[in-house]
T-cell receptor, first 115, second 112 residues
Framework: GAGVSQSPSNKVTEKGKDVELRCDPI?????LYWYRQSLGQGLEFLIY????????KSGLPSDRFSAERTGGSVSTLTIQRTQQEDSAVYLC?????????????FGPGTRLLVL | QKEVEQNSGPLSVPEGAIASLNCTYS??????FFWYRQYSGKSPELIMS????GDKEDGRFTAQLNKASQYVSLLIRDSQPSDSATYLC????????????FGRGTSLIVHP
């Protein structure tokens, strides 16, 4: 596709339920990031995938959060037993390495509301 | 703790003026710096990247980098109401980490 896509665009769930968020990166981009952005806050790094290397999970806030990337392309972020503080916009970005640096392209995000 | 600091604003400028957005970073080993624009309710969009000391111009935008002072700025000339958004500053991380550090952003309001 032309850009990074994410689904669903909005998700409302009840506290305690599990949710899955999907990211389709730009074809050919080997790096993929997940971020979380709460209202009025900056971007909080969650997890990073690069090619076939083990992901960097250092930003995941608890063991209720997990992510996988299948076939080096699509990624799924799973939040188990959701809590109200998980409400935020979850952003995915894929990255292109170009001469002199790297550029991240963000998807439109999934707005998660936990009631 | 690697940090990127920005004044949250809002920075309010009249249409046609120059808007100056500033950012400082703590990781002296950072090499790459980025400015993203984020409209309300939308995702960040890269508008400028800079890797070397000095100025880099792209249309109405100029990014300035001073590694000695650990300071990055973005100038927007001939500001338009459509430039009203939150501007996020980001740096890469030294030490082999691929995880960028983002500032919390500066809200810019360009009023007619």
């Amino acid at each position: 596709g032309a850009g990074v896509s994410q689904s669903p665009s909005n998700k409302v769930t009840e506290k305690g339920k599990d949710v899955e968020l999907r990211c389709d990166p730009i074809s050919g981009h080997t790096a993929l990031y997940w971020y979380r952005q709460s209202l009025g806050q900056g971007l909080e790094f969650l997890i990073y995938f690069q090619g076939n290397s083990a992901p960097d999970k250092s930003g995941l806030p608890s063991d209720r959060f997990s992510a996988e990337r299948t076939g080096g392309s699509v990624s799924t972020l799973t939040i188990q037993r959701t809590q109200q503080e998980d409400s935020a916009v979850y952003l995915c970005a894929s990255e292109l390495i170009v001469a002199g640096g790297e550029t991240q392209y963000f998807g439109p995000g999934t707005r998660l509301l936990v009631l | 703790q690697k940090e990127v600091e920005q004044n949250s604003g809002p920075l309010s400028v009249p249409e046609g003026a120059i808007a100056s957005l500033n950012c400082t970073y703590s990781d002296r080993g950072s090499q790459s710096f980025f400015w993203y624009r984020q409209y309300s309710g939308k995702s960040p969009e890269l508008i400028m990247s800079i890797y070397s000391n000095g100025d880099k111009e792209d249309g109405r935008f100029t990014a300035q980098l001073n590694k000695a002072s650990q300071y990055v700025s973005l100038l927007i000339r001939d500001s338009q109401p459509s430039d009203s958004a939150t501007y996020l500053c980001a740096s890469d991380s030294s030490g082999g980490s691929y995880i960028p550090t983002f500032g919390r952003g500066t809200s810019l309001i360009v009023h007619p």
